[in-house]
């Protein structure tokens, strides 16, 4: 009964979450004209099927994607439905489905069929209990069934992260804020980073700590380091039974080190660092992938130089980086 309501649930969140977009559109193009009948009086030959040879066609119909319209909405019991109303208004008393074209990702998310509309004569028309219309509406409620089923698997899939996730990457960073010199100004500086982190997720949530270092050398015998530590939190997503995603967001501490000709300053203060991470998992417990870091620190200004009100001093900085996870 539980999982019953599970879909109940899934579905009308489809229901809510599409009822704005537009519907199926259906084309006819008649041949000879007829009175309208019943839609429950009209057979359904599906592709394949067998049809009397005297059976006369009457025109074609079409039932095709509206624009945009939601999957929910163009079920394939749900297009058949929408071809046997239009085959029963236009005179017919039997569909004979010529075309189905399954949903894709890459034309339409919808059922499309082609079909033609015929006229059989009264003694070749058997409609069991079941009207043929009713058949399709009973076909798109075990469709919407599975289609509930299949977006429950996705979300307990997609929530499967591993409990405990520990990074190891190495990379290159880009100083993208200025660096003044006693002889020149820099931006845009390259130089090498690591990047240490780990993770305890419960389902999407997870949360750990982050450890980075960075290292560059500017004019002879100066060099700078940055030194990261601090908590994160993040939200990871699986793509798939092997591919992961993930954004980690962490505040901390930072260090900011000079060192010129045997003598150095370094200031620590507050800093954070984002970064995002998407990696392939080769097994159970061990995994590769790359990271982009993206890290900001404030630094006091010194006497001598002077900014603008809302110009940022401090260190600016991008990195890419790839590596290997391990999972337990």
């Not at 229901?15 to 019943?38: D, F, K, M, N």
Request: aromatic residues 12%; hydrophobic residues 35%; charged residues 20%.
């Amino acid at each position: 009964m539980k999982r019953q309501s599970r879909y109940v649930i899934v579905a009308a969140l489809i229901a809510l979450l599409t009822g704005c977009q537009s519907v199926p559109r259906v084309i006819a193009e008649l041949t000879e004209h007829y009175p309208a009948r019943q839609a429950d009086s009209v057979m359904v030959y599906e592709l394949g099927d067998p049809v009397p040879a005297e059976a006369k066609v009457i025109g074609t119909v079409k039932v095709t994607d509206g624009g945009m319209t939601p999957a929910y909405n163009c079920l394939y019991g749900n297009m058949v439905s929408l071809a046997v109303k239009k085959t029963a208004e236009s005179g017919g008393n039997a569909l004979r489905i010529d075309q189905h074209k399954e949903p894709s990702v890459w034309t339409s998310t919808c059922h499309r069929i082609w079909g033609s509309m015929l006229l059989l004569p009264d003694s070749l028309v058997t409609i069991d209990a079941v009207s043929a219309i009713q058949k399709a509406e009973l076909n798109q409620d075990t469709e919407l069934a599975n289609m509930a089923k299949e977006q429950i698997k996705r979300y307990e899939r997609t929530i499967n992260n591993p409990k405990n996730i520990f990074n190891a990457n190495i990379g290159y960073g880009i100083v993208t804020s200025k660096i003044v010199t006693y002889r020149q100004e820099y931006k845009n500086k390259g130089g090498f980073t690591a990047d240490l982190s780990y993770q305890h997720f419960w389902k999407l949530i997870g949360v750990g700590a982050d450890f980075n270092y960075f290292h560059t050398s500017f004019d002879k015998g100066f060099d700078l380091d940055l030194l990261y530590i601090g908590p994160n939190v993040g939200l990871g997503l699986k793509l798939g039974n092997k591919w992961r995603y993930d954004v980690i967001l962490s505040l901390g501490y930072g260090n900011y080190k000079e060192s010129q000709w045997g003598l150095s300053y370094s200031e620590g203060g507050f800093a954070g660092k984002f970064g995002m991470n998407l990696e392939y998992m080769c097994s159970k417990n061990i995994g590769i992938g790359i990271k982009i870091n993206a890290f900001s620190m404030n630094l006091k200004e010194p006497e001598e130089y002077k900014v603008n009100e809302d110009e940022f001093y401090g260190v600016r900085r991008t990195d890419l980086l790839g590596g290997i996870r391990f999972y337990f």
